[in-house]
């Protein structure tokens, strides 16, 4: 396994003396799609600004592709698909405008676009499938266009890594499976992804690994031996949604197999299996 | 018919006239550019607090016998900072900071100018003196003119950037801390210039008005740009030619003449919306 994004026993304090995160440590492989899950307030966000160096570390230190994370910065490996609260909607900006920002870390000084900056733009508006809505101003723009208006940004910049910041809040569906059909489009590549989420019903379904976190890591891995009913309850505590249809209620043979439905009131994820369900069979959307 | 030309063009024969022409259009291109920026940064008062800072330093430099400029821009960027390094250290907002400390720098001056012997008067801080700039005057307000409009054509889209989304410009290693105080001095810089000649009211105007006219109309940065200099530039041409025939004092003209601007722009504006969402009753 070669190795992407290395976070090292990461522990990050706020100002007002709030411990964020706390000996964080994982590896994220290259070639990979990585789904950081936790309820609000457990530190996805700040655990990403750690990544990028917008906090200072209290402790730890973090390794891009074998970098450390100023130099991987000023080398244009990482992009950043922020969080949609973070971004004022009223900005004075085309679509296309915010796009061709993804190309200012491969421009000289003045920032003069060329002929590959127009293409990757170009390339990048295809991709999410937003080449009408070049000239829009990007307040005007449902939740899930907005997204990938963003992640075409990344597209743009042309990174080895992607971060995104809950991308599917917000987001319908149809819109969700979009976005991660291109995510898996990029892992192909050789791209490591770290994405952000809550929805636990996608996870199983489309990432390869999973980081669980609660003001530390709780669990990091391929998703088949993280995503367990003990790592999730421990994660999600008393936000989860359980529900368990076992034996009489599901079939009338004497199969002692139940079936297991833990969902935080968007897609649920669902586990099969005998007492205490270890692997997911399936997840799909209600 | 001649008569009428004659009457008409009367301001531009008088050399005071000529000078408070050029050194309100040299001042109006550098303030309509940088307030594009404040108000999008959300820093709209941040140039009333500048200027109002700027009085003890400029008392001070008088004590020290140094270019009063110096005083005046190390006073203001000291607000500035100040502002940043308590809002980042407390739970206040940025705007009730930034009222303290230039409430306070003021008042500040206030108190040395009655201790202290100057030559500094506040009225010509407060409404500058346009009919009685001198040469030396234009030349200050021309270079820091030429200076923000190099620093935006060679910064400006960072600087667009940095205000848009801090954090994917730091993710692509800009130097945003660099960005952020080059800002701030840059606009220290145009106030300190631009006091003497125009006066801390109307640069106060100049740094928002348009701005957030332009802001009402424009839904690209690059028109908004366009639009606050040509907002600000005819704006403060004709607030000077008017000021001649009403005998009525430039500096607040040319304010008048924005706000009346400024209200047509919002009624048309909102108008438009109206009549927009009545075509699409329903746009979900
Ligand atoms: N700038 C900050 N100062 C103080 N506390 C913060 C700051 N940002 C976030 N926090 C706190 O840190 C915790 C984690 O926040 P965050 O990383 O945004 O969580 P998530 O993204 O998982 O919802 C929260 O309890 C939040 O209140
Ligand atoms: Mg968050």
């Known amino acids: 396994m070669k190795t992407g994004l290395i976070v090292n026993n990461v522990s990050v304090t706020y100002r007002n003396g709030f411990n964020a995160l706390q000996n964080a440590s994982f590896k994220l492989p290259i070639g990979s799609i990585t789904a950081l899950v936790g309820i609000n307030g457990s530190g996805k966000s700040t655990l990403f600004k750690s990544i990028m160096g917008f906090v200072t570390l209290s402790q730890g230190n973090v390794e891009i592709l074998g970098y450390p994370v100023k130099q991987a910065l000023k080398k244009n490996l990482v992009a950043y698909v922020p969080q949609s609260e973070d971004i004022d909607w009223n900005f004075p900006i085309l679509v296309e405008d915010v796009i061709m920002m993804g190309r200012y870390g491969h421009m000289n000084f003045l920032r003069r676009s060329n002929k590959k900056d127009h293409q990757m733009v170009e390339l990048a508006l295809q991709r999410v499938n937003m080449q009408d809505y070049r000239k829009r101003q990007i307040g005007e723009l449902s939740g899930g266009q907005k997204k990938r208006i963003f992640l075409a940004r990344a597209l743009a910049q042309d990174s080895e890594v992607i971060l995104l910041d809950e991308p599917f809040t917000g987001v319908d569906v149809q819109t969700e499976d979009q976005i991660m059909a291109l995510l898996r489009e990029l892992r192909d590549e050789g791209k490591v992804i770290l994405v952000s989420t809550h929805n636990l019903g996608s996870v199983p379904e489309f990432c390869d690994r999973t980081v669980l976190i609660n003001r530390t890591i709780l669990a990091a891995g391929e998703t088949k031996t993280v995503f367990t009913q003990d790592n999730l309850q421990q994660a999600f505590g008393g936000v989860l949604r359980h529900f368990v249809l076992a034996g009489d209620t599901l079939h009338e043979d004497d199969d002692t197999r139940q079936v297991t439905l833990l969902s935080d009131h968007e897609r649920p994820v669902v586990l099969y299996g005998n007492e205490k369900a270890e692997t997911i069979t399936q997840a799909g959307s209600l | ?284």
């Not at chain 2, 607000?79 to 940043?84: M, S």
């Not at chain 2, 125009?198 to 640069?203: N, P």
Request: aromatic share 10%.
């Open chain 2, 1 to 284: 018919m001649l008569a009428l030309f004659e009457l008409l063009s009367e301001p531009f024969y008088f050399g005071f006239m000529q000078q408070a022409f050029i050194i309100v259009l040299l001042l109006a291109i550098p303030s309509a550019l940088l307030s594009c920026f404040l108000v999008l940064k959300g820093w709209s008062l941040m140039g009333d607090a500048i200027s109002h800072s700027v009085l003890p330093g400029i008392v001070i430099a008088y004590l020290l016998a140094i270019p009063y400029a110096i005083g005046a821009f190390v006073a203001g960027i000291s607000c500035a900072i100040a502002t940043g390094y308590i809002k980042e250290n407390s739970r206040l907002k940025e705007d009730t900071v930034m009222g303290i400390v230039f409430s306070s720098m003021f008042a500040l001056g206030l108190v040395l100018m009655t201790k202290i012997e100057s030559d500094v008067h506040l009225d010509q801080i407060l409404f500058g003196d346009l009919l009685g700039s001198s040469g030396q005057d234009i030349i200050e307000v021309a270079g820091i003119s030429l200076l923000v409009v190099l620093f935006m054509v060679c910064k400006g889209k960072d600087l667009l950037l940095f205000v848009f989304d801090k954090q994917h410009a730091q993710a692509i290693g800009l130097p945003v801390r660099f960005l952020h105080y080059a800002l701030l001095s840059i606009l220290s810089l145009t106030i300190v210039f631009s006091l003497k000649a125009v006066g801390m009211i109307l640069v106060i105007a100049l740094l928002i008005a348009p701005g957030s006219i332009a802001f009402l109309l424009c839904n690209s940065f690059a028109n908004m740009l366009k639009v606050a200099v040509l907002v600000s530039c005819s704006c403060s041409f004709l607030g000077v030619y008017i000021s001649f025939y009403l005998d009525s004092a430039p500096a607040p003209t040319i304010i008048m003449l924005m706000s009346l601007l400024f209200i047509i722009t919002f009624i048309q504006t909102t108008q438009r919306a109206k009549s927009i969402n009545l075509d699409v009753p329903d746009t979900q």
